[in-house]
């Protein structure tokens, strides 16, 4: 009874000690969808419930989910979490949903903000610095998590107060003053994120598949994430980290401890206390036993003991009274007892053999549970230790795994350094400008890209298909034409994707057929009334009625007037083109048509000249 006490205060103790030892780790998830001003996102909701669970199964102190928040609400849970960081290591906020920049401020906006002026901004929405206060008290790690890039329509409607503010696209970048302290966007600055096909960004689904690995550093988590969304995106997205850490690696999950042997378990104990009961084997014992540990495998086991010591008392008794009948029959025999009382002492022998017969079997029925229980004892034993085996080796492949890319990542900073050290000792020519690298796409997959974003600058028409055929070599070398650039047409390369993803809108100008107007970026046919139709000059005109038959007279005038007509000079005739310039779109003016510019510079107004009506 000694021991138990003694093992049990030690298994309190090392809990408190172990709990008190812990960092303590908080996190506010955000989630904005429902906005009553523009239409809703579908997947910020979504995304904040997933970021949730995944801290949570983490084993964070604190997890706290607010979804669809005003802007009171988001001031006020931004000011409460930042009383739980006081005493905290590691402190995370996670925001889903829009943003805005302005003058290089960035803000997070709220469900209920409407944005119609520029100045409303500093009023309803809530300032980025805000959440990195929130995080400030934290001692080891600072971490604010953006999902925040998507496409802003309020930046569309909003009306400018004064010409000269900047309001950005995407968000603008940011270095924060703190140390420990790292912001991560969904895209890179001045950019925006795509909310995917699924019910998660591909955002949101990189983070959680790779910021819970135990003992992974951020940085190189991180990077990962960036890997897994560009590659998700077809490189149309980069995620982006600001701010730095120290020299230690800094994990969000810390590795599990590695152990050298098998851990002591609190199932220990009990099972050195039973099979020492199991030595002695008493009443006594047993029922000391289940008064320490009335629960458990080890309780039931105990309880089968306290049974078979049962039958074995009610046998001995069976016995004993069998044998005082018997002793009872000879007497009554030697004394010449009547025959009644032989009958009923004979009768009672019966009764008592009949009794230590059942109670043997009975005996043996116990003892037989008794010795089943006790091979599942040793049966569960052997299985937790096997488990606990293979859980170790387990670990360890893990440690080793996560030590062979460490020494990986250091043997390449080394060489890089290496590599750097002898490119400075080498004199210096010229100074030639890095090569970025460019990702890993096949011929088929590049040319895809540069139809697509050829089609959305009005120089392709075709599909994007990844064919680099005649028709897409006509469509780079429009777009040559009027961007003023030199690509090689018959080559899809990765400089002409670059270039042609830099223009924000129409490049090559829409020309349509007749009887067909712009409208916008598309050629549409032109309805008119009941009564009139589409003339040479792409206008709607009435349809003359038909003149009566005419007179002799009437048809010699005719024929006079066609022949003058005939013998005179051809007019120009429409083309049925359409000319678009800054003033809006008209049909091309009779005996005029439409050449290239010739000098493909960009316009006063940022726009390339494109193409210009020549008369006579």
């Known amino acids: 009874m000694g021991a138990f006490r003694w093992v049990s205060l030690f298994f309190v103790i090392w809990l408190t000690c172990g709990s008190a030892h812990a960092e303590r780790r908080v996190a506010l998830i955000i989630g904005n969808s429902a906005y009553k001003s523009v239409p809703r996102l579908a997947n910020p909701v979504n995304d904040a419930a997933l970021i949730g669970d995944m801290f949570k199964k983490a084993a964070f102190d604190h997890v706290e989910i607010r979804l669809d928040v005003s802007a009171a609400e988001m001031r006020k849970s931004l000011r409460e979490f930042a009383n739980r960081t006081r005493d905290a290591e590691v402190a995370v906020v996670y925001y889903a949903g829009h943003g805005i920049e302005l003058d290089g401020n960035n803000y997070l906006i709220p469900t209920d903000a409407t944005l119609e002026t520029d100045g409303d901004v500093l009023d309803e929405t809530v300032a980025l610095d805000r959440a990195l206060f929130a995080v400030e008290p934290a001692k080891r790690l600072r971490l604010v998590i953006l999902d925040a890039c998507r496409d802003n329509p309020f930046a ?44 998660n960004s591909p955002f949101a689904a990189a983070l959680v598949e790779r910021l819970p690995t135990p003992g992974l550093d951020l940085r190189k988590a991180f990077g990962f994430v960036r890997d897994d969304v560009l590659k998700n995106t077809g490189y149309k ?58 629960d458990g495998f080890y309780a039931s086991l105990a309880k089968g003991q306290l049974n078979r010591i049962a039958a074995e008392e ?61 091979q599942r004892r040793k049966e569960a034993e052997t299985a937790v230790a096997k488990a606990l085996a293979d859980k170790l080796a387990a670990e360890q492949a893990l440690a080793d795994r996560i030590a062979n890319d460490k020494a990986v990542a250091e043997l390449a900073a080394k ?202």
């Open 156 to 199: 569309k409607t909003m009306r400018r107060t004064v010409a000269a503010r900047a309001i950005g696209r995407g968000l603008a970048k940011i270095e924060p003053t703190s140390p420990n302290t790292m912001i991560a966007f969904a895209a890179k600055a001045g950019s925006t994120a795509s909310d995917g096909d699924s019910k």
């Open 237 to 294: 997205q980069e995620p982006y980290v600001y701010g730095s850490l120290g020299g230690d690696d800094v994990a969000l999950v810390p590795a599990k401890p590695i152990t050298a042997g098998p851990q002591p378990s609190p199932q220990d104990a009990v099972r050195r206390d039973y099979e020492l009961a199991l030595q002695l084997g008493s009443r006594e014992i047993w029922t000391a036993f289940l008064a320490q540990y009335p």
């Open 314 to 374: 009610a046998r001995a008794n069976a016995a004993d009274k069998a044998r005082q009948a018997e002793d009872e029959k000879t007497r009554l025999v030697m004394e010449r007892a009547q025959k009644a009382e032989q009958d009923r002492a004979a009768a009672a022998a019966k009764a008592a053999e009949d009794a230590r017969l059942k109670a043997e079997k009975a005996k043996e029925v116990e003892e037989a549970k008794a010795a089943a229980a006790e």
């Open 415 to 616: 060489q890089a350094a290496e590599r750097k050290a002898q490119v400075d000792s080498e004199p210096k020519i010229a100074a030639l400008a890095p090569t970025a690298s460019q990702p890993s796409l096949s011929p088929q997959e590049t040319a895809k890209l540069l139809q697509s974003e050829l089609r959305r600058v009005g120089c392709f028409a075709s599909a994007a298909d990844g064919d680099w055929n005649a028709s897409s070599q006509r469509a780079l070398t429009l777009f040559n034409r009027y961007a003023g650039t030199k690509f090689d047409a018959k080559l899809a390369s990765f400089d002409a994707l670059d270039s042609i993803k830099a223009k924000p809108s129409r490049v090559c100008p829409l020309v349509c057929d007749r009887g067909f107007k712009a409208d916008g970026d598309a050629c549409v046919k032109i309805a008119c009334r009941s009564g009139y139709r589409v003339n040479d000059d792409n206008e709607c005109e009435k349809i003359p009625e038909k003149k009566p038959v005419a007179t002799r007279d009437e048809s010699k005038t005719r024929d006079e007037q066609r022949k003058q007509v005939e013998s005179a000079p051809p007019k120009p005739q429409a083309t049925g083109q359409m000319f678009c310039n800054g003033a809006g779109c008209r049909p091309v003016r009779p005996g005029c048509k439409l050449v290239p510019s010739g000098s493909g510079l960009p316009s006063g107004d940022g726009k390339p000249k494109g193409v210009m009506e020549v008369c006579g």
